[in-house]
C-alpha cells in the first residue's frame, strides 16, 4: 500500500516542520514568518502551477475557498504555538484524526466501528489528561487563549483534511476529481495573496509597537518540510483506495518526532507526564488504524 507509505514519510516531514516553526516564532512577529513561509512555498511551486490544469474559475474557486481554511488554521497555529511549549501543542493536534473520523461519519457516510470507538474515547482521556499536565506549568486549558487557538486550529485543520478529499476524489466517488498539483501550487498562492493583504493592513501599521520581525534560518525550512509533506500527503489522498481518515491518522504521528525534538532541543518540562498522555494519543491511532483495515 503505497499510499500508507507516502502517509509515513508526510508525518515524518510534519514533525520537523513544527520545531523549525517553533525555533522561528521564538521572539518573533507571527504574520510577517506566515507571510515568508507561503511566499516561499509559492515559489516553489512555480514549476507545478506552470504545468499542472488550471481549470478556469470553476476550479480555481474551490482552492480559494481551501486557501481561507487552511490560512485560518495556521494562523490559529502559529500564535497558539509559540506562546505554548511544543510539547503540550503536539499532542493537542494529534487528536484531528479523531475530528477527522466524525466528519467523515458525518459526511462520507463511514461508519465507525468499536476500534474506532475506543480511539475517540482514548482521544478524549488523553485531552483530559494533557489539561492535568498543563496545570503543572500554569497553563489552564479551560481559561487559555492560546489553548484556545491550538484546538481551533486542530478543528479547522480537519475540516481542511475532509476538504481535500472532496477536491481529489474521483468524480465517480462524489469528489472534484482535481489534480494534486494543481490544488498545492494555485492554493499556496492565494494564501500568499491573503497573508500579503495581512501583513500590510494589520501588522505594518503596528510594527513598532508590537512584536518586532527579525530573519531566522528556520523560516524558509518551515516552507521547505511543509511543501514536502504536502506531496507526499496528496500524492497518499489521490491513490486508489486511500482512506482519509488512516492517512490523517498517520499524518498526526508526527507528533513523536517534535515531542522528541523539543525534550532534547528546547528542554521542555513535566515529560514524564506529557509522555503518558502522548502515549494515549498514539494508542487512540492505532485503534483507529485497527478498525479502520
Known amino acids: 500500500m503505497t499510499w500508507v507509505l507516502l502517509a509515513f ?4 516531514l ?33 514549476p507545478a502551477a506552470l504545468h499542472a490544469p488550471f481549470g478556469g474559475w470553476a476550479v480555481q474557486r474551490w482552492l480559494v475557498l481551501k486557501s481561507f481554511i487552511v490560512l485560518s488554521s495556521w494562523l490559529c497555529g502559529y500564535f497558539g504555538i509559540k506562546h505554548l511549549p511544543l510539547t503540550l501543542v503536539g499532542p493537542v493536534n494529534a487528536t484531528r484524526p479523531v475530528m477527522v473520523l466524525v466528519g467523515a461519519l458525518l459526511l462520507f457516510g463511514e461508519r465507525l466501528n468499536g476500534w474506532q470507538w475506543a480511539g475517540v474515547a482514548l482521544a478524549v482521556l488523553s ?14 486549558f479551560r481559561h487559555n487563549r492560546w489553548v484556545a487557538l491550538i484546538v481551533l486550529a486542530a478543528v479547522l485543520g480537519a475540516v481542511s483534511g475532509l476538504y481535500d478529499k472532496f477536491l481529489m476524489a474521483p468524480v465517480a466517488s462524489g469528489g472534484l476529481g482535481l ?33 518586532s520581525f527579525h530573519w531566522d534560518w528556520c523560516i524558509p525550512l ?13 500524492y497518499a489522498l489521490s491513490a486508489d483506495g486511500a482512506m482519509i481518515s488512516v492517512v490523517s491518522m498517520i499524518r498526526r504521528s508526527s507528533v513523536v518526532v517534535s515531542f522528541l525534538v523539543a525534550a532534547v532541543v528546547f528542554r521542555e518540562r513535566n515529560l514524564r507526564s ?18 479502520s483495515r
Open 14 to 46: 510534519l514533525g520537523f516542520y513544527d520545531v523549525f516553526k517553533k525555533r522561528s516564532l521564538r521572539g518573533n512577529a507571527v504574520i510577517p514568518v506566515l507571510f515568508l513561509n507561503t511566499l516561499i512555498c509559492s515559489l516553489l511551486f512555480i
Open 127 to 140: 485531552f483530559f489528561l494533557l489539561s492535568r499536565s498543563g496545570k503543572k506549568e500554569g497553563i489552564d
Open 179 to 211: 489534480n494534486r498539483l494543481t490544488v498545492q501550487a494555485w492554493f499556496n498562492f492565494y494564501q500568499c495573496i491573503i497573508m500579503g493583504i495581512l501583513l500590510l493592513v494589520l501588522w505594518r501599521p503596528r510594527r513598532r509597537s508590537t512584536t
Open 274 to 291: 506529557k509522555a503518558v498522555d502522548l502515549l494515549l494519543v498514539l494508542l487512540s491511532m492505532v485503534c483507529i488504524y485497527i478498525g
Open 222 to 234: 518551515i516552507s521547505l518540510f511543509l511543501s514536502a509533506a504536502d506531496l507526499c500527503y496528496f
Open 9 to 12: 514519510g508526510s508525518a515524518a
